[in-house]
């Protein structure tokens, strides 16, 4: 039989949250995907992007200013609705550009005839204006010329959903899985937005790392990953060392490819942080590890480590 034309896809729900942040002395907002749902045409995605907003709130009961953001198809009622039962969040969408806004329907006149479905239709330019709280007074102008500029303002934080998505679809392999349970396609997708927030997190939760709060999550990542890889090195190293010393075969084989190998290996990490290298060999069996070494002290027989590199000059 032939195959058919069309692809098996899958249909994924998924919002953004806006979160407060502070950064070179101002708050500013701080934009991360609220996760991933698989649609299943057992419920709607508005009832599934709703359960994933009320799900996370009471998490952020006491932080002002949330804000979900989305794309125009999520903004209903059953989802937008939502802005009201949270007095600390606020909904930012995308409209379609012949979208139109109406007020709310009036009250029933018991005259006959059918009722009025919608309210009077709404303008921009004229029947809104922002909250002194959300943007300060200077924007808050109804009809001045100010208000052009609110929708290029608001579509700034919307347009967060496409740097996110691409991203994480360019760099961290989001749609290349290959497993085929639903269970299974949830809990992928899900991990990997986990750590890509994680990333973007990390700055603002650790000093150390803060100096990445306006690079690319990527960056973070491989700055990260570079340390990580160091230090495992450098502790599996360092016990090779010590393994090698305490061993009678190997002291009386010192000419084996295997210690060879070790020392190569310390003297090109020497060279590359231009240290001694036989002083540098000289300070690591002076200071060789032990069991009860915590990770900060193994981190300071590294060559690149700021203890060394400050004595580099008198070893």
Known sequence: MPGSNYLNGHCFVSLMLCV????????VYLSVPLGYRMWQKEESKLELAAFMVRQVMPAFASQ???????????????LVCIADEYPNLDLI?????????????????????????????????????LSDDKIGAPLNQTGSDRMKYI????YSFRWNIEVSYYEQ????????????????????????????????????????????RTESVQECRFVLSEKIRA???????????????????????????????????????????????????????????????????????APWSEKLQSIKNRM
């Open 231 to 301: 230090e495992v090195f450098l502790t599996a190293f360092l016990r090779n060392i010590e393994n090698n010393i305490k061993s009678n075969a190997v002291v009386k084989a010192t000419i084996s490819l295997q210690l060879w190998r070790i020392g190569y290996g310390m003297v090109e990490m020497a060279k590359a942080h231009d240290l001694n290298i036989y002083s540098y060999l000289k300070f690591l069996l002076e200071h060789r590890s032990t069991k009860e070494m915590t990770g900060d002290q193994l981190a300071e027989l």
């Open 151 to 154: 929708p290029l303002f608001c």
């Open 64 to 78: 002002k200013n949330m804000i979900i953001l989305c794309d125009s198809w999520y903004a209903k009622k059953n």
């Open 93 to 129: 969408c995308n409209a379609r550009y012949d979208s139109v806004i109406y007020g709310l329907a009036p009250q029933r006149s018991g005259k006959r005839g059918r009722p009025a479905k919608h309210g009077k239709r709404l303008s921009p330019d004229k029947d809104f204006s």
């Open 169 to 212: 679809k360019t760099f961290w392999s989001f749609c290349s899985y290959m497993v085929r349970s639903r269970k299974g396609i949830e809990t992928l997708v899900n991990l990997i937005n986990i750590a890509y927030c994680a990333m973007k997190i990390l700055p603002y939760q650790d000093e150390a790392f803060s100096k990445y």
């Open 20 to 27: 407060t942040v502070w950064r070179n002395g101002q708050i």
